[in-house]
């Protein structure tokens, strides 16, 4: 059976999509070393089964050499597919070089991402010079798209509504939930000046007063994207909007910034927050399903799994002396270590 794995602060998703798809929750144990070096531990048996590990990637770079060793000793342990899923896939934006001497993190992210996983599973990644994510990434991957939950919320919730995307790069969604529910959609137009700047214009909406604006975007990072939109909107009559965004980061106080000028913010739970009301498992684990049902080779990049070696095979005795592990006294060591040789000899 599929065993589904969350990384720490994944596991209410993983759960849900665990129950979704009918599946396993296992269990993976991480901590840090006083060194500040990570531990990793499955707890689950994996030794022949796909395994999915959970991690949304948001904020990306705390986590992310964690959900390597996870991966990485997944595959040693014999898993027979190891899967990403990132319901928020990040390093989507620098995509192109802006300024002189920039990374390019989006290609640098995709190979990191290609050699360590078999395959990656999100949620609207944000493709905006890149078509599809196989432009970046040399795994098979799987993108869902979150505009018809985004609509269904909308139709349930909100009476008269208009859609209204910040820019232009937000037509995309807009229009496409737009006419799920039949309802009319406009796109403002914003100028970007920095990470925490933009200016927004509206164009003439007077033909819609006395709808409800609803503002919907992929991503919510600053928040100021929204913010401006949300600011403007009255200036032309209407009433505070509704927010709706697929992936909610809500840096630093964003959250509470918006939420003084717009009446709901709403958001998928890609991303743990409050402002979560609409539950992507059922999409992910609907896809998984439907993946695991067409024959596909699987690309193994890495190695198979592996026998235990010398170091393995030694046990507790082999543990770092700075941090026995819980199940140990912590105190009693019943092997003198062996000095080796060549080694220690400049250590200070
Ligand atoms: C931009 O291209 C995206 O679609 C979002 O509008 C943007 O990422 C939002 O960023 P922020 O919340 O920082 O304004």
Redesign the pocket.
Known sequence: MRLILPLPGNEIFARHLAESGGWELGAIETRRFPDGETYVRILSNIANRPVDLVCTLAPPDDGFLRLVFAADAARSLGAREVTLVAPYLAYM?QDRRFLPGEAVTSKTFARLVSSTFDRLVTVDP?L?RYAALSALYTIPTETLHAAPLLADWIAAEVQKPLIIG??E??EQWVSAIAARIGAPHAVLS?T?HG??S?DVELPDLSQWSGLRPVLV????????????AACKLPLQGFARPVCAVIHG???ED?YQRLLAVADRIVSSDSVLHASNAIRLAPLIAAAISAARNVPRDIVRHRRPAEPLDEVERAGIDSFPASDPPPWTSGVSRTRTPVPQQGKGDSAT
């Open positions: 934006r944000h905006h910040p820019d790069e937000s914003k970007r990470d925490r933009v975007d992929d991503i919510a990072s600053s928040g100021d994207t929204l913010f401006e980061l809500f840096a964003s």
